[in-house]
């Protein structure tokens, strides 16, 4: 996928000339000149700011099926346009509800943006759509094929999971965890590559919701063009409401030498002197630092921080300490979680200029485990087809079979447990010895619960009361590649006398009054199983 460096001196000497940076208006175009050596120019309709053209290098690389905008499209906006302190072109389009800005620096091959809202679009999607030519950018990065639907020959589920050569793709299956997602692309490789990446970085995702573990779709071949996508906010297992205010910024970079980075290296604190609504530059920010500690350094180890205006996180380094993004000034929930386990919440307030010192340490419990299925880290890791849910339907060949599974407890493997049971499909059974008939307590946790699935427990001849419904996610979660949601634990306090001397059983199925076809049924994806006294 990368170049040579040999290779990439000649391009750069047989590159286009340096262009004019600047911008005209020809009717309804407006069309943007980035100055730069391997040229980038873009035209945006003055009447709905759609991208009706993108040449790189003198390339077309727009899809003429449909035109690249916000959400699905604006229809109609107030577009206008200005030239700042001769480095920057700044093209602002507003709506009622909405304002987006398209940013070139000079001599950048990178459209820079930000979309501000005061409302949800009516489509409930905030997303940034590139539609390119999939002729001339097939490819998708980083996850490949498992979200190219060219070529389908029939349809699973839906109007958006397909067969395409035998194998289930979607693409939902193109999706990252926010706090890993700062570049994905879609490109063409070898001696002409080119790349077309969304670079983001820690204010991209401020203002979107779903915390540091949420993921949508990011890239999609689907024939007539291949998509590029940045999704802000959208109802695929939406958690918590939406955020409104500045998203963003964030980029559309071209190159021809690999892929490009995002994240850190993202420098977008130009955007202080370009009056983009709601933007706080660095210096406006604070910062929080401490100590993490009580989770053990085998876990992936997580701070996150959320109000209703904005959101942040980091990965705690290996000696347990962390320091926040820039972060808007105000107070905010910090989360510690053992890998996507919450184990603690704090308060912590911001200020502008200042670093907080808030250290946290998660809550411990005393408990005599009998014995555990799984860690307590808010995933299904381990557990059958948990390897391949997030790329493949759960339908696909190459899944291995869902059950109904049996698990002895002291010489099964984890895979002998399926990530997700699903009503009328796969109870599971747990087979285990006791030396007691005492009281215990059996917890359940699961990641994402569909259509009102919940755990139905039978332990020998006792059957568990059951809990209530969870909170309702109206989405489907186990077919579109995602497993998370609210995270129920769910505890049922097996009475003495239950458990026998020897071997006893315990039935895990889906308790729900709904039904559904196959893996559309109910369901409840599973964090980890634990009897304890």
């Not at 709506?95 to 398209?102: A, G, K, N, Q, R």
């Amino acid at each position: 996928m990368l170049l040579k460096s040999a290779f990439l001196a000649a391009a750069t000497l047989s590159s286009s000339a340096l262009a004019a940076f600047g911008l005209t208006k020809s009717g309804n175009n407006i069309v943007v000149d980035a100055g730069s050596s391997n040229a980038l120019v873009f035209t945006v309709n003055a009447n709905n700011c759609d991208l009706t053209s993108i040449k790189y290098r003198d390339e077309e690389l727009q899809s003429t099926a449909k035109y690249s905008h916000i959400s699905s499209g604006l229809g109609s906006a107030t577009v206008k346009y200005e030239t700042i302190s001769s480095q920057y072109i700044k093209v602002t389009c507003t709506t009622s509800t909405l304002t987006h800005y398209l940013v070139v620096k000079s001599g950048d091959s990178t459209i820079y943006m930000a979309t501000h809202t005061t409302a949800e679009p009516s489509v409930g999607e905030l997303r940034f759509i590139a539609r390119l030519s999939s002729t001339k950018l097939p490819l998708e990065y980083p996850f490949g094929v498992v979200s190219t639907t060219k070529g389908a020959t029939s349809t699973v589920e839906g109007s958006d999971v397909f067969v395409v050569d035998g194998q289930i793709r979607s693409k939902f299956y193109s999706s990252e965890r926010f706090i890993d997602d700062t570049t994905h692309c879609v490109y063409r490789d070898g001696t002409d590559s080119i790349h077309a990446c969304f670079l983001m970085n820690s204010y991209s995702y401020e203002a979107s919701s779903g915390g540091p573990f949420f993921r949508d779709i990011n890239t999609n071949n689907g024939g007539d063009y291949t998509s590029l996508y940045f999704y802000m906010n959208s109802g695929h297992v939406q958690t918590e409401k939406y955020r409104q205010g500045l998203h963003g910024p964030y980029a559309l970079a071209f190159t021809r030498s690999g892929v490009p980075e995002g994240g850190s290296k993202m420098d977008t604190s130009f955007f202080a002197n370009l009056g983009i609504r709601d933007y706080i530059a660095p210096s406006g920010r604070g910062t929080v630092s401490g100590t993490a500690t009580g989770v053990s350094s085998s876990f992936q180890r997580v701070l996150h921080w959320y109000n209703d205006a904005a959101q942040y996180w980091a990965y705690v380094s290996s000696s347990g300490s962390f320091t926040s993004p820039p972060m808007r000034p105000g107070t905010y929930s910090q989360v510690l979680y053992q890998g996507e386990f919450k184990v603690k919440a704090i308060s912590v307030t911001v200020s502008t200029g200042k670093t907080t010192t808030a250290n946290i340490a998660a809550d411990t419990q005393t408990k005599n485990s009998l014995w555990r299925i799984g860690e307590w880290d808010g995933q299904p890791k381990g557990f059958r087809n948990a390897d391949k849910q997030l790329r493949m339907h759960p339908s696909d060949s190459r899944m291995a079979s869902w059950g109904p599974l049996t698990y002895t407890v002291g010489s099964s493997s984890l895979d002998s447990v399926p990530m997700a049971i699903v009503k009328g499909m796969n109870p599971l059974t747990i087979k285990f010895t006791s030396s007691s008939t005492a009281a215990a307590m059996l917890r359940i946790g699961t990641t994402l619960s569909f259509a009102g699935c919940r755990p139905a427990v039978v332990v020998n001849s006792w059957s568990a009361r059951g809990p209530p419904a969870p909170t309702k996610i109206d989405s489907r979660g186990l077919t579109r590649g995602a497993y998370r949601g609210f995270g129920e634990v769910y505890d049922y306090a097996v009475p003495a006398g239950t458990l026998v001397r020897g071997s006893n059983s315990v039935t895990v199925s889906c308790l729900s009054g709904s039904s559904g076809q196959r893996f559309l049924a109910p369901n409840v994806i599973l964090d980890a199983i634990e009897l304890f006294r």
